[in-house]
């Protein structure tokens, strides 16, 4: 089976089957023409013409994509319109003709050639699709002048086909006719590139990445292309297609319940109220969060505030962020985590000393406490959002009670500043601790007395407590987040919280997951904060489980002895509320318990 199946990053979801067309779309070969003196003005005005052509046709795709993809996809082809109307490039194209009497398709390869030369030496990390950009106008520009179309076969394509390519370029995947195009498969490309975004918009189901899939699928070759998993199986048998259709059947049953889902309440079948909120990374995630109606944001990351910056950013910059988050979100909590620089997270003008174990190092908390001219800028910021807005703050890599403490007296120190300065902002706000040390959960008790609320962060609570670093891929095996080690820090938080009368979230990514979502309601934690686009499938799950059952699983989770006995529990007790084969866990159920628990 592995020889037949490759396997690429799936950037747009779905089963497509058809039989493979590969396209080797590469810069076409331009030979080396010279023109008579008297011709060289004459050659300007082709190139002129055919760059004014090749602007209409681009305008073209760009009406398309706004109607096929949306009026933000169609803005991925303005950067080509704009490389095609750059006056510097062009005069630079009629002068190689001019000064050296060559046909302008040539004079343009030259031309291209020196500015991706340029690009490339700048290293910027935006490079790959500006690059992508150049070469597609580049192409096309050539293409036209050399009189060949590129785009004439696909109007011919009638029977269901999957394009191989080694780039796929926006203009080509907008045109696409979903009807016979069922999937895309692509060697270059990754979930983020414009090619992907598109073929997610008008809904090809597509795998990039695919490393030598030129090579490797003929052309004809039936193909079953998996847009979900990224996996692209050539030849595949009738029962193989009729598995995968089957599977794609009940994503698209799963697909519509979770729409339906949206403006339901999110509440167990025993009645249990569950509050979601999202995490939000990036400001382009508060309208995914908002769509999926997170009730206010959970866990507001502020590293990317400097990220990708040469500065830090000012006290007006972030409170200008903080207030935009808080009124997308009225009447709910917007959670504002103070910066957690260092250990992973080292933006460039942050310059942390370099250490031999960040991860244990100067980190989160510690630098803010040690670095009171960035800390109090950021403590200014939330208080003056805070006066029209529901903003917590909450502090990250607590291990001690005195960081707490101090983060408090600073807090109130600026907000007596700010009084006295005559800026408008609030008096006090919740200071809350997230719990993502050992040191923290054990202390859980004392944590709550004194914050205004917890929140977990099972990712960092994974990596000290099993002394596992989450970004290291060798150890993924181990950064196991249901392992009963970390199960008890949780439940002992969960209860501290409890007994304090203090409200307790999960904010790491195991409560983006079904299973981990059933857990964490079972040990007693009402409010999840997790990744916008998992909105859905978690309200979806709180609505199928009852409180009862998972307080059961989870009790019978805390006695289990390794997380893989965790993790078949939680498949048992959720496969007696929800069709497991929906959410694509039905293979990892226990084999024993499978035929019993689903009555197959
Ligand atoms: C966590 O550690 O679980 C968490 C939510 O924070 P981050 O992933 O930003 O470290
Ligand atoms: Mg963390």
Request: aromatic share 4%; hydrophobic share 45%.
């Amino acid at each position: 089976m592995s020889d037949r199946q490759l396997k690429g990053i799936g950037v747009s979801p779905g089963i497509g089957v058809g039989a493979a067309i590969v396209v080797r779309w590469t810069m076409p070969e331009v030979p080396h023409r010279v023109v008579p003196r008297s011709q060289v003005e004459k050659e300007v005005r082709r190139l002129r013409a055919a760059v004014k052509d090749v602007k209409r046709y681009l305008q073209d795709m760009r009406a398309k994509a706004e109607d096929r993809a949306g009026v933000d996809e169609a803005r991925i082809f303005d950067a080509q319109i704009l490389m095609l109307e750059d006056k510097e490039f062009l005069s630079g194209v009629a002068d190689l003709i001019r000064e050296n009497h060559l046909a302008a398709e040539k004079a343009y390869e030259f031309k291209a050639l020196e500015v991706r030369d340029m690009w490339a030496a700048t290293g910027s990390p935006r490079l790959k699709d500006r690059l992508a950009d150049l070469s597609g106008v580049t192409v096309r520009v050539i293409e036209h002048l050399m009189h060949r179309g590129s785009d004439e076969r696909w109007e011919s394509i009638t029977q269901p086909t999957v394009v191989v390519a080694k780039e796929l370029s926006p203009g080509l995947t907008v045109q696409l006719d979903r009807e016979h195009v069922v999937g895309l498969v692509s060697e270059e490309g990754t979930r983020t590139s414009h090619a992907a975004i598109l073929a997610h918009s008008i809904g090809i189901p597509a795998v990039f990445g695919v490393a030598g899939a030129i090579e490797r699928i003929e052309a004809g070759t039936m193909v079953v292309l998996d847009g979900t998993r990224g996996t692209v199986l050539l030849q595949p048998t009738p029962h193989e297609i009729a598995d995968a259709q089957a599977q794609e059947l009940r994503r698209r049953e799963l697909a519509s319940q979770l729409e339906e889902v949206v403006d339901q309440q999110s509440v167990t079948t025993d009645g249990l109220r569950i509050v979601l909120r999202g995490n939000v990374d990036l400001p382009d995630e508060i309208k995914a969060a908002q769509e999926h109606r997170a009730e206010g944001v959970g866990l507001l990351r502020t590293e990317f505030l400097i990220t990708g910056h040469t500065a830090l950013p000012s006290e007006d910059e972030q409170t200008a962020y903080f207030r935009r988050v808080a009124k997308a979100f009225p009447g709910h909590p917007v959670v504002v985590r103070t910066y957690d620089l260092g250990g992973d997270k080292l933006p460039a003008p942050f310059r942390a000393p370099s250490e031999v174990n960040p991860q244990l190092g100067w980190r989160a908390i510690r630098v803010c406490l040690d670095r009171p001219d960035i800390f109090r800028t950021q403590l200014r910021a939330a208080l003056r959002a805070a006066k029209d807005g529901e903003i917590w703050l909450m502090i990250p890599l607590v291990t001690r009670l005195d960081e707490l403490e101090r983060t408090r007296a600073l807090v109130a120190e600026e907000a007596t500043k700010l009084a006295r300065e005559g800026i408008a902002a609030a008096t006090s706000l919740p200071v809350g601790v997230m719990v993502e040390t050992p040191a923290a959960a054990v202390m859980a008790d004392r944590l709550a007395a004194e914050a205004d609320f917890l929140s977990v962060g099972t990712n960092d609570l994974t990596q000290y407590t099993l002394v596992v670093d989450r970004g290291n891929a060798r150890l993924a095996e181990r950064f196991t987040p249901h392992d009963p080690s970390v199960l008890r820090l949780l439940k002992m938080v969960a209860d501290a919280a409890r007994t304090a009368g203090k409200p307790a979230s999960v904010c790491g990514e195991m409560a983006s997951e079904p299973l981990s979502a059933l857990l964490l309601i079972g040990l007693g934690y009402e409010t999840l904060s997790v990744a916008p686009p998992a909105l859905p499938l978690v309200k979806w799950t709180v609505r199928q489980v009852s409180a009862a059952r998972a307080r059961a699983a989870a009790e019978q989770a805390l006695a289990a002895r390794t997380a893989a006995e965790v993790l078949d529990l939680l498949r048992i007790a959720l496969a007696e509320a929800v069709d497991l084969k929906l959410l694509d866990l039905d293979s990892r159920l226990p084999a024993a318990r499978r035929a019993a628990s689903l009555n197959v």
